[in-house]
């Protein structure tokens, strides 16, 4: 068994984890964080993709609005390149009632947004598909966020302060020495193998799972899984988010997220946070619902549909017990040696994906005091890797780099606009991918044709690299369409049935990859 | 003059109806909007290749296969009909070299090196048929993304025929001379109708051949002169040659497809694109017009018959609506799901929802309207517009095409006399 010794243990590499790991890199510790899976595959990379003002939470939670304001304007500073600058916009629609809206305004002043009020036609005019009925729109700096880059960028950051990440290790077995936490077991999920690593703090990063977690310590975390769905559209059917202005519901902001848009989301209470099945009821809710901000929302092509787990919080701080009390979106650091009077184990939860830099600073300001070890905070300042530039991302750099990349780095996917060379980067940097996680890194078969060609195309190339081996790569292709008719099976209707029938005679039809020996 | 028969749909079942019928001495106009499954399919021609075991023999084995389907379109026609089918397509397809028997099926490499079972193959594809072993040099070319040799070659040296036989299969990788650049199929099947281009392709293949008898290479020999590029390479190389089909666009399929389109041409028959379908005029149980656009404009066409061929979900013959309901577009005829169930399954590779979707007709292939009976007396339907099969899971596309089309004419032919 390989022995590890750390100062911070981080379990979970969603976005919460991978802050505190960059947190507590910067401040001179050293960090290992660990996930069952790829990185942002858990919540962070099946949430909404908004980069939140805070107008979502503006009238009915201010403390949480107050928090996305802040920190939605210190990662446009820091985390440049993982945002598109696309702006929001909050609308009145005929059945939002009216006197929310002042109520609205007045709480988004409060809070601190930048908020204004612009004329109706103002806003028709800058999102001409917007429902012409709409009686008020007041534009807000919501923007959309790369979960995968961001948290890739938040890793290579903390590896560049020598951290460790190691995916695909799930941890099996908290250690244990008396009223201590003293680290972890983990098991590679590839191999088998076991990991043991030593720390002098553990932090419970795992979201949804986190209740799952602390139970391995011993300990009980009331963390509600809350599972919300959202459905992508073919098409970048506004520039800006476009939000209802009305107490938060279901189905009722649509974020263009690069070539496509999402709509979302939901939120059903379910018992474990793995089941990530969606209805044909609720993607119907969904697009009826997008209706009501974009008509003619039901003819756009749906192209996949998914959804995550939100790690609820109740108010009470998660004691067993807290029964059905408010939930609270903000987050929460539970230190076990005062709760529980285990020592060595802090777990943070609840919150967004737009305050993790914030959870984190909270995290590690609690784990610095426990270590006796550690500087100040610095992520409010330090420019994460990737965004140097301080360009916000844009789709048509993409499509100009595309344009102007050397001739002989073709093209693997002309939906996305992936080259081999983006695939050979990506593969290099970590050896261990799988086609699902390369697909989320490069957005790889998440365009029109949802990898009816390119999933062969890269299956093949990995290969022919020696980085699959035979059947690793046929395993790989089995899975990949798999995975691809869990986010399209509830969509199957007009052009995405038609897709879906040329994949069947591509994978079946031709390849014949069910009877592909195993 | 008038038009003895519309035929709507331009896919293989279309084609073969209205073949039948020009050759019958029909006039025939075939109305589509789009080109179909034809030039993206290998051309090789199934029959039935999985009941869900293997099939070596498709007729022998059809009515077993029938037994557990009530549903199916081969229901639809004799045993006999679907061989004089497939017979008549072999002399049909003669310049193009195809070669099979509806009572044995060969087994052909797949682009992944899965062992598949098909008919009917074009003389370029052959020598590919592995039922009694053999050892296969799989030869890729540098740049040239939907084709990976490795892995092929990996997977079909892991390949069992029945016959007990070995297969085996080794890879190499080639570099075109010239441009080493990104190759999309378009270019290099032009680059190797190029003699020079050839000539060091089969130079390079012979000086990397060992012990294999057989060479295998990407369904990229040729377009129009695929004959000579086919058997040009078998010269140069010194062994047989035969292509492994690719994902779309299909070379093999396009050749396949301007053969079918000539051959109407030459019988005095027309092929329209983007021509769709969308309405039509009847007078009691006949039908008298078809109501086309072709850019913007709508047209009524009358016609004696009609042979509805335009497939199904996958090229919008039928459609499927958000809350689930699914139209038959042109007659808005009876549409069933063909026994697949109704809430999707969790399993990809198992029979889904709109697996089997088709229009339902009687016995004579004419397809039902609301009521239960015959829409009208002179449309027939034919070919991935019928319900009730899973083509690409059973290996009975063109095969359905063929015995349907085929027998859609024979009605409508036998209506006409
Ligand atoms: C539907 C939905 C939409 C949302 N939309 C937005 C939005 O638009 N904007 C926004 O700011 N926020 C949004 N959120 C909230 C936000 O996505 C989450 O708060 C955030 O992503 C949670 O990140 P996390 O790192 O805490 O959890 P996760 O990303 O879930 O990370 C936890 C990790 O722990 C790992 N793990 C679990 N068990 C183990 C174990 N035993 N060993 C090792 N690792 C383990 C998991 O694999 C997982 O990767 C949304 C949430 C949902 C559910
Ligand atoms: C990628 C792929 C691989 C395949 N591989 C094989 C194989 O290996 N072996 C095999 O046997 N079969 C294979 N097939 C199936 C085969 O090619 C045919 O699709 C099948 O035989 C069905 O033919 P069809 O003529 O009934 O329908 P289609 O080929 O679907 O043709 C339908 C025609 O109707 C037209 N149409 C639709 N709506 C209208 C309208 N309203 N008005 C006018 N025209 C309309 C379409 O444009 C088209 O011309 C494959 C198909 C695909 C797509």
């Known amino acids: ?187 590679d999920q590839r191999t088998g193998q076991e990991v043991r690593v030593h720390a002098g703090c553990v932090v419970n990063a795992a979201g949804a799972w986190s209740g799952q977690v602390a139970r391995l310590a011993g300990c009980e975390v009331g963390v509600r899984p809350g599972k919300g769905v959202m459905v992508a559209i073919n098409h970048r059917l506004a520039r800006a988010v476009l939000n209802r202005c009305h107490l938060p519901s ?138 140097e530039s301080r360009h916000f991302y844009w789709i048509g750099n993409r499509q100009q780099e595309a344009e102007t990349d050397p001739p002989d780095d073709p093209l693997i996917c002309e939906c996305e606009l992936v080259s081999q060379h983006d695939l050979d980067t990506v593969v290099a940097r970590r050896p261990t991918w799988r086609l699902d996680d390369i697909r989320r890194a490069l957005r790889v078969g998440m365009g029109p044709c949802q990898g009816g060609f390119c999933a062969f195309r890269v299956a093949g190339m990995l290969h022919q690299e020696g980085r699959y081996g035979r059947a690793e790569a046929n395993s790989a292709l089995r899975e990949f369409v798999q995975e691809r008719w869990k986010g399209v099976k509830v969509i199957s209707w007009g052009a995405q049935a038609r897709q879906t029938r040329l994949d069947r005679w591509i994978f079946e039809g031709l390849y014949d990859l069910e009877h592909l020996p195993e | 003059m008038g038009t003895d028969a519309v035929v709507l749909g331009a896919g293989t079942a279309g084609m073969v109806a209205a073949l039948r019928l020009a050759a019958a001495g029909a006039s025939v106009l075939v109305l589509a909007e789009g080109e179909g499954g034809l030039p993206l399919a290998p051309a090789q021609i199934d029959v039935l290749g999985y009941r869900p075991q293997l099939v070596l023999d498709p007729l022998g084995e059809l009515a077993g296969f029938l037994e557990s389907r009530p549903d199916h379109p081969y229901q639809l026609v004799e045993a006999g009909e679907v061989g004089a089918s497939l017979d008549w397509f072999l002399e049909l397809s003669a310049p193009l070299g195809y070669t099979g028997s509806p009572r044995l099926n060969r087994l052909q490499p797949t682009g992944l090196g899965a062992l598949r079972p098909t008919c009917l193959v074009p003389e370029t594809m052959a020598a590919g048929d592995l039922s009694d072993g053999g050892s296969v040099l799989v030869v890729g070319l540098r740049g040239f993304r939907d084709f990976h040799a490795p892995l092929l070659a990996e997977n079909l040296a892991l390949a069992h025929p029945p016959s007990g036989a070995e297969v085996r299969a080794r890879a190499v990788e080639v570099s075109l001379p010239g441009d080493p650049r990104d190759l999309r199929p378009q270019l290099l099947v032009r680059r190797l109708e190029e003699r020079g281009v050839l000539a060091e392709l089969g130079r390079e293949i012979r000086s990397r051949l060992e012990q294999e008898d057989l060479v295998g290479v990407p369904a990229v020999l040729g377009l129009e002169s695929s004959h000579e590029v086919w058997q040009g390479l078998q010269e140069l190389v010194g062994r047989p040659v035969f292509e492994i089909p690719t994902p779309p666009p299909s070379q093999p399929g396009q050749r396949l497809q301007q053969h079918l389109f000539r051959a109407l041409r030459r019988l005095g028959g027309e092929v329209r694109l983007g021509a769709r379908a969308a309405g039509y005029r009847a007078r009691g149980d006949r039908l008298v017009a078809v109501k086309v656009v072709t850019a913007a404009r709508e047209v009524e066409i009358p016609a004696d018959h009609f042979v509805l061929a335009t497939g199904g979900i996958g090229t919008g013959g039928i459609t499927a609506g958000p809350d689930g309901e699914l139209r038959e577009e042109v007659f808005g005829a009876r549409v069933s799901r063909g026994g697949a169930p109704e809430q999707p399954l969790v399993e990809y590779m198992a029979t889904q929802p709109l697996d089997r979707v088709g229009v339902e007709v009687d016995e004579e292939q004419r397809p039902l309207g609301g009521g239960g009976g015959a829409l009208f007396e002179n449309l027939w339907a034919a070919g991935a517009a019928l319900a009730g099969a899973e083509p690409w899971r059973e290996k009975s596309g063109e095969g359905i095409s063929l015995a349907t089309g085929f027998r859609a004419a024979r009605l409508a032919g036998g209506a006409r006399a």
Request: glycine share 12%.
């Open chain 1, 250 to 387: 279901d189905g009722d902001i649509i974020v263009p997220v690069r070539t496509v848009s999402v709509i979302g989301t939901t939120d059903h209470p379910v018992a474990d946070p793995d089941d990530t099945e969606c209805s044909p009821e609720e993607v119907h809710q969904m697009i009826e619902a997008g209706e009501l901000l974009v008509p003619g929302f039901r003819e756009a092509r749906a192209l996949r549909v998914w959804a995550g787990s939100r790690p609820l919080l109740p108010k009470t701080g998660g004691s067993a017990g807290a029964g059905d009390r408010e939930v609270s979106r903000s987050h929460t650091v539970l230190d076990h040696g005062a709760r529980d009077g285990l020592e060595g184990l802090v777990t943070i939860a609840g919150g967004k994906f737009t305050t993790l830099r914030l959870m984190a600073e909270d995290t590690v300001d609690v784990v610095v005091r426990k270590l006796g070890r550690g500087s100040e905070c610095r992520t409010r300042t330090e420019v994460l890797p990737g965004s």
């Open chain 1, 1 to 187: 068994m390989n022995t590890l010794d750390t100062d911070v243990l981080v379990i979970g590499g969603g976005s919460t984890g991978a802050g505190v790991a960059w947190d507590s890199a910067l401040r001179g510790l050293h960090v290992t964080l660990v996930d069952r899976q790829d990185f942002a595959t858990g919540t962070s990379g099946r949430f909404h993709g908004l980069l939140h003002s805070g107008g979502r939470y503006a009238v009915k939670d201010p403390g949480s609005a107050r928090e996305c304001a802040a920190e939605n304007r210190i990662l446009r500073q820091v985390a440049a390149d993982c945002i598109e600058d696309t702006g929001g916009l909050f609308v009145s629609t005929p059945e939002d009632d009216l006197e929310y809206a002042d109520r609205f305004l007045a709480a988004a002043r409060a809070a601190g947004m930048e908020v204004e009020e612009v004329p109706v036609g103002t806003a028709l005019r800058d999102e001409p598909r917007l429902n012409p009925k709409i009686r008020r729109a007041f534009r807000v700096q919501d923007g959309s966020i790369d979960s995968w880059k961001m948290v890739s960028a938040l890793l290579r950051g903390a590896e560049a302060h020598a951290a460790t990440v190691l995916p695909y290790h799930k941890v099996v077995e908290v250690l244990r020495h008396g009223d201590r936490v003293e680290g972890a077991v983990m098991e």
